[in-house]
């Protein structure tokens, strides 16, 4: 976890300059008035890690001149300590990975209703709370990771077909504390119920036995290497892995589909505007940005997600969007399953 300290254009110029440029830098910053400074700066806190979302932020900071200070950890963390922090909390703006995390953050008062023409024109209802006090930025889908040389996509038709025995010692799975994982149960509960969901997860926890991840590039590898046959993972760290290897034999797989299946679980990074900030202005101005084609086009061209802005188009090398069904739980409702679903985690003892 760690606050990014600000570098102005001012002081990189005089840094530039060597020893002399060093005491310039010092000058400059003593000189600099705090509340000025203060003024054109955002605090955000992170849910996603630094390398997913800074060159969007990066992009901002260059358009508006507003610097951006960002602490990045665990969305589920980041709102513990929000909370925890209440009015003292210098945080303006709550980014995450995962929608649940700012329902809660909702739930507890701690995000602003934003009343802007902009998110209603571009960002569909149910990618954003009712009284837009956050707002998805970019979807994702929950999807099989295979390897291309030891198993056909005919032989796998449902997440469910994970936990069967066949899949013994071949899968790769998130651990217990991804949020990821959380959020995909979640949805597996509000669609087919706890039973189905615990008979999963102790499918998949027999399936896995020591390949237990806590990031998701790792399964991905652990695939592309022949460890293991299959893993589950977000579907965009499929496709920066072919960005660098593109000779590995591994492409994804979107289960569940069909008119009778439950359709792929499909998640969003969000936004939300601290209810206590005193920089609205800038805060609004983030959002706006986020959502706008340039911002959008961003998550789309390097992160490779679904953008939500639907004038914005995807990459190429992703499913189109109409090609697949997505589950029908809203994504407002993850907040409410994660307790639950996480007991249920606990129950068969995923690690």
């Given at each position: 976890?760690?606050l990014?300290r600000i570098?102005?254009?001012?002081s990189l110029?005089?840094?530039?300059t060597?020893?002399?440029?060093?005491?310039?830098l010092?000058?400059?910053?003593?000189?600099?008035p705090?509340?000025?400074?203060?003024t054109?700066?955002?605090?955000?806190?992170?849910g996603r890690?630094?390398?997913l979302i800074?060159?969007?932020l990066?992009v901002?900071?260059?358009?508006?001149?507003i610097a951006?200070r960002m602490?990045?950890?665990?969305?589920?963390?980041?709102?513990?300590?929000l909370?925890a922090e209440g009015k003292?909390?210098?945080?303006d703006?709550?980014?995450?990975?995962d929608?649940?995390?700012l329902?809660?953050a909702?739930?507890l008062h701690?995000?602003r209703?934003l009343?802007?023409?902009?998110?209603e024109?571009v960002?569909?209802?149910?990618?954003r709370?009712?009284d837009?006090?956050?707002i998805g930025?970019?979807?994702?889908?929950?999807?099989?990771?295979y390897?291309t040389h030891?198993?056909?996509p005919a032989?796998?038709?449902?997440?469910?077909?994970?936990?069967n025995?066949?899949?013994k010692?071949k899968i790769a799975?998130?651990?217990a504390?991804?949020?990821?994982l959380?959020?995909?149960?979640?949805v597996?509960?509000?669609a087919?119920?706890?039973q189905?969901a615990l008979?999963?997860?102790?499918?998949?926890?027999?399936?896995?036995?020591?390949?237990?991840?806590?990031?998701n590039?790792q399964?991905?590898?652990?695939v592309a290497?022949g460890r293991?046959d299959?893993g589950?993972v977000n579907h965009y760290?499929?496709?920066?892995?072919?960005a660098?290897?593109p000779?590995?034999?591994?492409a994804?797989?979107?289960?569940d589909?069909g008119d009778?299946a439950?359709g792929?679980?499909?998640?969003?990074a969000?936004?939300?505007?601290?209810?206590?900030?005193?920089?609205l202005?800038?805060a609004?101005?983030l959002?706006?940005f986020l959502i706008?084609?340039?911002?959008?086009k961003?998550f789309a061209d390097?992160?490779?997600?679904?953008?939500?802005?639907?004038?914005?188009?995807i990459?190429?090398?992703?499913?189109?969007?109409?090609?697949?069904?997505?589950?029908?739980?809203?994504?407002?409702?993850?907040?409410?399953?994660?307790e639950?679903?996480?007991?249920?985690i606990?129950?068969?003892?995923l690690?």
């Open positions: 976890m760690r990014n570098v102005t254009p001012f110029k005089c840094f530039a060597g020893y002399y440029g060093f005491l310039c010092i000058v400059a910053m003593c000189l600099m705090p509340v000025a400074y203060a054109h700066s955002l605090v955000v806190y992170s890690a630094e390398r800074k060159p969007v990066d901002f900071e260059h358009e508006t001149g951006i602490l990045t950890s665990g969305s589920t963390e980041l709102v513990n300590r909370q003292r909390s210098p945080a703006v709550f980014i995450t990975n929608v649940g995390a329902e809660r909702r739930e701690l995000l209703p009343a802007m023409p902009e998110i024109r960002i569909p209802p149910a990618f709370a009712k837009n006090s956050w930025l970019s979807g994702r889908i929950w999807v099989v990771v390897n030891h198993v056909k032989e796998i038709g449902s997440l469910l077909d994970l936990a025995s066949y899949w010692g799975i998130p651990n504390a991804s949020e990821y959380q959020a995909g149960v979640s597996l509960r509000a087919r119920g706890d189905v008979a999963f997860l102790r499918g998949i926890k027999a399936n896995a036995g020591n390949e237990v991840y806590g990031k590039r399964i991905v590898d652990a290497k293991v299959l589950i760290y499929i496709y920066r892995h072919l660098k290897h000779n590995d034999p591994i994804p797989l979107l289960t589909q009778q439950m792929v679980v499909m998640n969003a969000g936004i939300g505007v601290m209810a206590h900030s005193t920089h202005a800038e609004k101005q959002v706006k706008s084609k340039t911002g959008q961003i390097l992160n490779k997600e679904y953008p939500l802005n639907p004038a914005v188009d990459d190429p090398v992703l499913p189109p969007r109409k090609s697949f069904h997505v589950a029908k739980v809203p994504l407002a409702r993850l907040a409410e399953l994660r639950p679903t996480m007991k249920l606990d129950k068969v003892g690690r």
